[in-house]
T-cell receptor, first 114, second 111 residues
Framework: GAVVSQHPSRVICKSGTSVKIECRSL??????MFWYRQFPKQSLMLMATSNEGSKATYEQGVEKDKFLINHASLTLSTLTVTSAHPEDSSFYICSASGTDDGYTFGSGTRLTVV | GENVEQHPSTLSVQEGDSAVIKCTYSDSASNYFPWYKQELGKRPQLIID?????GEKKDQRIAVTLNKTAKHFSLHITETQPEDSAVYFCAARDSSYKLIFGSGTRLLVRP
């Protein structure tokens, strides 16, 4: 089946630094990548949608200059949290969609900003 | 945009009983409705899905029903087992192919 590899699984960073999260589709071409954020005991909230080679589309209330998304190839998308602060601590998870109309989730990244 | 509401937020059942989780959606153009099971710190796991041209789908102990007119869909788990305990999310795919999630239901199956 379709597999999306997400790294790192856990990261702790200092306030003010940037963190990059990678999602790779291993056996299919991810034409669209969705990035979600999930706070403890809450739902998955869609942050942005990116299509290969295009600029990402951000959901209302999500700062595009803070959450930089790159989808330069059909197998790799990255989310960079810039100038991270403790309130950015969350579980970030990607979901890739290819030509088969399904959604394949990465394993998630637990970000802790101290 | 699409808005998905999910009830109840918590559900406790005795092992062997049935569990029902309900969701409503707002965008009549939504055409795909998956259900996910998520364990703590893990990715959501697709357990069943239904498309808008079907009213009901069943897979062993799990079934999903869809009422397009009322814009609601439900998950039914029969003969619940302790390993069914987890958080369940419904979702709806809107006209721009975004998957919008409900707020989640924490299911506890008591042995």
């Amino acid at each position: 089946g379709a597999v999306v590899s997400q790294h790192p699984s856990r990261v702790i960073c200092k306030s003010g630094t940037s963190v990059k999260i990678e999602c790779r589709s291993l056996d299919f071409q991810a034409t669209t990548m969705f990035w979600y954020r999930q706070f403890p005991k809450q739902s998955l909230m869609l942050m942005a949608t990116s299509n290969e080679g295009s600029k990402a589309t951000y959901e209302q209330g999500v700062e595009k200059d803070k959450f930089l998304i790159n989808h330069a190839s059909l197998t790799l998308s990255t989310l960079t949290v810039t100038s991270a602060h403790p309130e950015d601590s969350s579980f970030y998870i990607c979901s890739a969609s290819g030509t088969d109309d399904g959604y394949t989730f990465g394993s998630g990244t637990r970000l802790t900003v101290v | 945009g699409e808005n998905v509401e999910q009830h109840p937020s918590t559900l406790s059942v005795q092992e062997g009983d049935s569990a029902v989780i309900k969701c409503t959606y707002s965008d009549s153009a939504s055409n795909y409705f998956p259900w996910y099971k998520q364990e703590l710190g893990k990715r959501p796991q697709l357990i069943i899905d239904i498309r808008s041209n079907v009213g009901e789908k069943k897979d062993q102990r799990i079934a999903v029903t869809l009422n397009k007119t009322a814009k609601h869909f439900s998950l039914h788990i029969t003969e619940t087992q302790p390993e069914d305990s987890a958080v369940y999310f419904c979702a709806a795919r809107d006209s721009s192919y975004k998957l919008i999630f409900g707020s989640g239901t924490r299911l506890l199956v008591r042995p």
